[in-house]
């Protein structure tokens, strides 16, 4: 009976010697099927985690200009890397909103949401919006200068 692979979605038929068989033979869907294997492993096994922790700790030890090098000639990734870092930080600042009793005046807000479209009907007990929350705080009052005559 064909089934579904998890990782391409592609039909495909089971080995008659693996009927529980979740992945096709696919070279990239056995590279996944692979590492998902391995991640559980490292997550169910401590013993199997700490010799995996110091193969790559010998590896870093003998390889130590690698991520230098890497980084030099994959511009692309780094700036990836950055980005990905910069959304991290606003998460944390966010996060962190929630410990500042200022934030917590945020009641006051006059927000809205339009539901607009054919399938409103549909939504009015459903609603979910996603946004991008900006809290611009005043800066300190300066001293006004009296006017040159």
């Known amino acids: 009976m ?4 998890l990782s ?3 039909s495909f038929e089971p080995s008659k010697y693996r009927p529980d ?3 096709c033979s696919q070279p ?16 169910a096994d401590p013993v199997y ?3 995996v922790n110091d193969s790559r700790k010998k590896w870093r030890e003998t390889h130590p200009d690698y991520q230098k090098a890497y980084r030099l000639s994959h511009e692309a990734a780094v700036e ?4 990905l870092q910069r959304q991290r930080d606003g998460r944390r600042r966010v996060q962190s909103l929630v410990k500042n009793n200022l934030a917590l005046d945020l009641k006051r807000s006059s927000a809205g949401i339009w539901l607009i479209g054919p399938a409103v009907r ?3 007990r459903n609603n979910l919006a996603s946004c991008q929350l900006l809290i611009f705080q005043p800066l300190a009052p300066t001293a006004t200068l009296p006017a040159a005559s």
């Open 80 to 83: 990836r890397n950055r980005e």
């Open 2 to 5: 064909p089934r579904s692979c």
């Open 28 to 43: 990239d869907c056995q590279r996944e099927r692979r590492a998902e294997y391995h991640r559980r492993k490292i997550e």
């Open 122 to 124: 549909d939504l009015d």
């Open 49 to 51: 985690a700490g010799v």
């Open 21 to 23: 068989q979740s992945f």
């Open 8 to 10: 391409c979605q592609q």
